[in-house]
């Protein structure tokens, strides 16, 4: 199960050894910490993340581009810095190329991590919420659906924000092929609430569960990812006619203000903190934890059914 890292891909010295080994790794994007978070809520919750995997039993592995380099596991120091720097960039797969020939630094979103986790052989990502396919007919669609598409991993997440198109995001992902499946649930979330009221392709109730799908997908020669989509805590999320009424109020200011493209989603993410008196905030760091939480089980669960099938 272990794999030979590529040269433009730099490990830390724990992920390069849990790799090594065949041992359970999460991967980590780190777009959610450099441009969808607020400080000093961004560094805790990236801290809180990697805890969470910890506890599950896998090593967490944060994704960034650091002075030009594409890193796989930060140290607490670099995680620190990525959190307060001033100077990152949002770094999708598009960027990768101008980031690091620039030696910049950056956050990089789901398809950005999907593409060098991958490399890394790393077979499971953690976010909050999936990019998709926005509202209205700007025909706007994220990269990470084309990513998604294309890349053979298990994504755990809640759903795609809750200020897409949810309804076409799915269609995309049944137009490609990609299981879209419930944890404990038979309905698609809705990032900052419990559920859209749209429905899932399968449900699992646990990790063993989850590994199994996961096998039995690829195994049929299948290339495109698996989402594994966790509701956001209900202690923790929101009404669905609160957020969308919040949602409603941000879009109409992004309308009037201009804002469009790669900066459109952290404007409507920093509104709605502000139109929801910090709910959205809370809910938003509850599933991240829930879903690191989740990731380092379930990729705990590959690992000893790759074991047994290969024993």
Not at 99 to 118: M, R, Y
């Amino acid at each position: 199960m272990s794999h030979d890292l590529p040269s433009w891909v730099h490990a830390s010295p724990d992920v390069a050894a849990a790799l090594a080994a065949g041992s359970p790794v999460v991967a980590l994007e780190s777009a959610v910490i450099t441009h969808g978070l607020p400080r000093p809520a961004n560094i805790e919750i990236a801290r809180q993340m990697e805890a969470q995997v910890s506890s599950a039993g896998a090593r967490p592995a944060t994704v960034a581009v650091l002075e030009g380099e594409i890193r796989v596991g930060l140290s607490p120091e670099d995680l620190e810095r990525l959190a307060l720097a001033l100077d990152t960039r949002k770094v999708s797969r598009r960027d990768l190329g101008i980031v690091t020939a620039q030696g910049g630094n950056g956050g990089t979103t789901v398809s950005a991590t999907l593409h060098i986790a991958q490399a890394a052989g790393i077979r499971v990502l953690a976010t909050g919420g999936i990019g998709g396919v926005h509202r209205g007919t700007t025909g706007d669609i994220s990269a990470d659906l084309p990513e998604l598409a294309q890349t053979p991993m298990a994504v755990v997440c809640s759903g795609a924000k809750s200020i897409l198109d949810l309804p076409r995001t799915l269609e995309w992902l049944e137009t490609e092929g990609m299981p879209v499946i419930g944890w404990q649930t038979d309905q698609f979330p809705a990032f900052f609430s419990v559920t859209s009221g749209l429905p899932v392709t399968g449900r699992v109730n646990d990790a063993d569960q989850a590994a199994a799908i996961l096998r039995s997908h690829w195994s049929l020669g299948q290339k495109g990812a698996v989402l594994i989509c966790v509701p956001c805590p209900p202690e923790a999320a929101m009404p669905a006619a609160e957020a969308e009424a919040a949602l409603d109020r941000a879009l109409s200011e992004a309308a009037q203000g201009g804002v469009s493209g790669k900066e459109l989603t952290p404007f409507l993410l920093s509104r709605l903190v502000e139109h929801t008196g910090g709910a959205s905030l809370r809910a938003n760091l509850a599933l991240l934890r829930q879903n690191a939480r989740v990731a380092g089980e379930i990729a705990c669960a590959w690992v000893r059914w790759s074991r047994i099938l290969e024993a």
